[in-house]
C-alpha cells in the first residue's frame, strides 16, 4: 500500500502542532507574570509575636503598649487621617468597641501626626485609645503593614490571631466581635 504524502498536509500539522506548543507556553507565562504582580500580604502573619511598642498616647506621656501581658486580647486599630476607608472603618471600630466594651484593649494606632490625630479623634469622637508610634516606619515594617485601614487581633501571649486589611465587612466584624474576653 503506497501511500502519497501530500507536502501542504504536513506543513499543516507541523503548524498545528507548534501552534499548540506556543498557546501552552504562552499560558505558563502568563500564569507566572500575574503571580509577580500580586501584592504581597499585607499585614502581620497569623502566630508572629508583637514586640512592645513605644508609643505617643494622645492623652499622656510616652509609654510602651505592651500587649503580652497575658490578661486579654487585643485590638490594633491603625488608620491614618486622611484615609477614606479608614473613616469609613471608624463607624465599625466604635461599634466594635462598644460591644465588646473593655473585656478587649481596643487601641487606635495613627500613622498620621500627634496635631492631626488628636484632631481626627475628636472630630470623629473615637471611644478608644489613641496614640502614635514613637517610631512609625519602625512600626509598620515590625508588623508588614503595608495599607490602612488594618485591624490587627493579637492574643493575650501577645501573638497575633488574625488581621484584616482595608474596610471590614459584617462578616469579619462578626468574627471580631467574638474575640476573646477572658
Known amino acids: 500500500m503506497n501511500m502519497k504524502v501530500d507536502g501542504y498536509s504536513v506543513f499543516l500539522h507541523v503548524a498545528l502542532v507548534a501552534l499548540c506548543l506556543v498557546v501552552v507556553l504562552l499560558g505558563l507565562e ?3 507574570l500575574r503571580r509577580s504582580l500580586e501584592p504581597p500580604p499585607s499585614g502581620p502573619v497569623i502566630g508572629q509575636s508583637v514586640d512592645s ?3 505617643q498616647p494622645l492623652d499622656g506621656e510616652e509609654a510602651t503598649l505592651d500587649l503580652a501581658s497575658g490578661e486579654r486580647e487585643s485590638l490594633l486599630l491603625v488608620f491614618t487621617t486622611d484615609c477614606p476607608a479608614c473613616r469609613e472603618n471608624q463607624q465599625a471600630w466604635k461599634a466594635l468597641h462598644q460591644e465588646i466594651g473593655d473585656a478587649v484593649n481596643v487601641v487606635g494606632i495613627s500613622l498620621s501626626e500627634l496635631e492631626a490625630t488628636r484632631s481626627y479623634r475628636d472630630t470623629h469622637a473615637l471611644s478608644f485609645p489613641v496614640g502614635v508610634p514613637a517610631k512609625p516606619q519602625e512600626f509598620t515594617e515590625s508588623l508588614a503593614i503595608s495599607g490602612v485601614p488594618m485591624t490587627i487581633r493579637v492574643g493575650p501571649d ?5 488581621s484584616w486589611s482595608g474596610t471590614l465587612s459584617d462578616r469579619q466584624l462578626s468574627e471580631l466581635s467574638k474575640a476573646d474576653r477572658g
Open 30 to 32: 502568563n500564569q507566572r
Open 53 to 55: 511598642i513605644r508609643w
Open 158 to 162: 501577645g501573638r497575633v490571631r488574625g
